[in-house]
């Protein structure tokens, strides 16, 4: 039917608009009863584009000139709407699911939590992330999620050298001069080198705190950070602390990229009677 104006074309047929002089359905509806009608479009009709379907059915797109919902949504028994899916509804892949669900997968067809993740429905369907004191089964309960964490005994708990945030949502890993320690191990199963003092993580002997504190260094000769002889003594045997500075103790010189000091050599100098060092 060719038209001047919409109302050429919706005094005729309801719904019904003029584009181009020609009398279309308006954007959502289809033509239907040899074309003297306009009626909604519903999922799996054919489509042109996005606005075909989303103006008749919410969260629904053209897909390959098919209506068909978005991706998170599944259709009613009527195909007439678009719900956002809940674990336990079908599924065909992945997105299916956590487009919808955060933290869920489609497994053997059915929306699930992922590992790491418990199921709630209330107050709607979602999967929450385990936290530290959360009841699992194995070690991927909580290590899927919370770096540094473990099944210990049937509830998630942070593993040797890490330690619970406020929140119990992360495991943190232990830093040189935290005081949450309670012996060496809960130091040095992150830090080697390190012990628990006063429930203070601190560098043995010989080393000092580098990298933000996650590390301890072995001092060598030339180090300016020392503090006591010990200092240097127990990294490099026959050295000592000179005004901040690790050197070599009188006799001894520096050798191996300055991690050892050796016991300088003499040589006898008969012209002049005296002694000279030899390295």
């Known amino acids: 039917m060719t038209c001047e104006e919409d109302s050429d074309c919706f005094n005729a047929v309801l719904d019904s608009i003029c584009s181009n002089r020609s009398c279309i359905c308006k954007s959502g509806m289809k033509a239907a009863n040899n074309n003297n009608e306009c009626e909604v479009r519903n999922i799996f009709d054919i489509c ?11 969260h629904t797109s053209c897909w390959n000139g098919t209506c068909r919902c978005d991706v998170g949504y599944i259709q009613d028994m009527n ?4 719900s956002r899916r ?3 509804d079908v599924c065909d892949v992945d997105d ?3 487009m919808s669900v955060n933290g869920s ?9 992922d590992v790491g993740f418990r199921t709630s429905l209330s107050p709607v369907s979602q999967c929450i992330r385990n936290a530290i004191g959360d009841t699992c089964q194995r070690n991927a309960d909580c290590d899927s999620v919370l770096n540094g964490s473990y099944c210990n005994t049937g509830a998630c708990a942070c593993a040797l050298g890490y330690l619970p945030s406020d929140q119990k949502t992360m495991c943190l890993m232990r830093k040189i ?3 949450t320690c309670q012996n060496t191990n809960d130091c040095s199963a992150v830090i080697p080198n390190s012990i628990c003092t006063s429930k203070q993580c601190l560098c043995s002997a010989g080393f000092y705190p580098f990298a933000d504190n996650r590390t301890c260094t072995k001092f060598k000769i030339g180090d300016r950070n020392c503090k006591t002889i010990l200092d240097c003594k127990n990294a490099v045997p026959w ?3 000179e005004k901040g500075e690790c050197v070599c103790d009188i006799g001894y010189m520096a050798v191996n990229n300055l991690t ?6 003499w040589l006898y100098n008969y012209l002049y009677d005296t002694k000279i060092p030899r390295n």
Do not use: L, M, P
């Open 48 to 58: 042109g584009i996005d606005s075909d379907c989303f103006d008749a059915v919410k």
């Open 79 to 82: 195909a007439s709407a678009c």
């Open 86 to 88: 809940h674990i336990g």
């Open 96 to 98: 299916d699911c956590f």
């Open 105 to 113: 997968v489609c497994e053997n067809g059915t929306c699930k939590c």
């Open 177 to 179: 001069f935290d005081r």
């Open 239 to 241: 050295s000592t602390c």
């Open 260 to 265: 050892e000091c050796r016991k300088r050599r």
